[in-house]
T-cell receptor
Framework: DTEVTQTPKHLVMGMTNKKSLKCEQHMGHRAMYWYKQKAKKPPELMFVYSYEKLSINESVPSRFSPECPNSSLLNLHLHALQPEDSALYLC????????????????FGEGSWLTVV | DAKTTQPNSMESNEEEPVHLPCNHSTISGTDYIHWYRQLPSQGPEYVIHGLTSNVNNRMASLAIAEDRKSSTLILHRATLRDAAVYYCILRGYGGATNKLIFGTGTLLAVQP
């Protein structure tokens, strides 16, 4: 099983709503990631979790709040978003971290399409 | 993170080989060269990676220059399903960090 599953596939939310994106993997991976991708742009790294602890936050606004409740699950809580936050949100996972982790494959989900109205 | 430079777009004909170049002149000795591709409306997909030697797998081949300052992804027989954005990414190790930072990529169009 080499799948990263993301739900929901599509989400429309108002600027005052609170919603969450969910990500699940059962490959035993200990590194998990959130990326944001705008149309016709490459994915941008937002957060990295290693062994369920936040290890990288790429200066993401606090209206995005990640959570890793266990080694298989990664959530992204959304609150008070702006229309410019509309994008494809990608979850990914990989083995590691560690000194050999740079050779590891990162597996991506199909993403959650978020529209903020 | 070391940078990569790729052409913005390339075209190929179906059933013909495709060579996608990538320059990475500031690569460090411990950086792996990764290639991912992203088909329309999908998440990125791993293609291949290597460190120093050329690599082959069922999807593609990776040719790495001797000085490691450039590499080429080779699709041996392009199909319409290979139309995607191809990203060449350098990934170093750094203890707890585990980043994969995407550049702008090459948009490959495959003509029937």
């Amino acid at each position: 099983d080499t799948e990263v599953t993301q739900t929901p596939k599509h989400l429309v939310m108002g600027m005052t709503n609170k919603k969450s994106l969910k990500c699940e993997q059962h490959m035993g991976h200990r590194a998990m990631y959130w990326y944001k991708q705008k149309a016709k742009k490459p994915p941008e790294l937002m957060f990295v979790y290693s062994y369920e602890k936040l290890s990288i936050n790429e200066s993401v606004p606090s209206r995005f709040s990640p959570e890793c409740p266990n080694s298989s699950l990664l959530n992204l809580h959304l609150h008070a978003l702006q229309p410019e936050d509309s994008a494809l949100y990608l979850c990914a996972s990989s083995q590691g971290p560690g000194r050999q982790s740079s050779g590891n494959t990162i597996y991506f989900g199909e993403g959650s399409w978020l529209t903020v109205v | 993170d070391a940078k990569t430079t790729q052409p913005n777009s390339m075209e190929s004909n179906e059933e013909e080989p495709v060579h996608l170049p990538c320059n990475h002149s500031t690569i460090s000795g411990t950086d792996y060269i990764h290639w991912y591709r992203q088909l329309p409306s999908q998440g990125p997909e791993y293609v291949i990676h290597g460190l120093t030697s050329n690599v082959n797998n069922r999807m593609a081949s990776l040719a790495i220059a001797e000085d490691r300052k450039s590499s080429t992804l080779i699709l041996h027989r392009a199909t319409l399903r290979d139309a995607a954005v191809y990203y060449c990414i350098l990934r170093g190790y750094g203890g707890a960090t585990n980043k994969l930072i995407f550049g702008t990529g090459t948009l490959l169009a495959v003509q029937p």
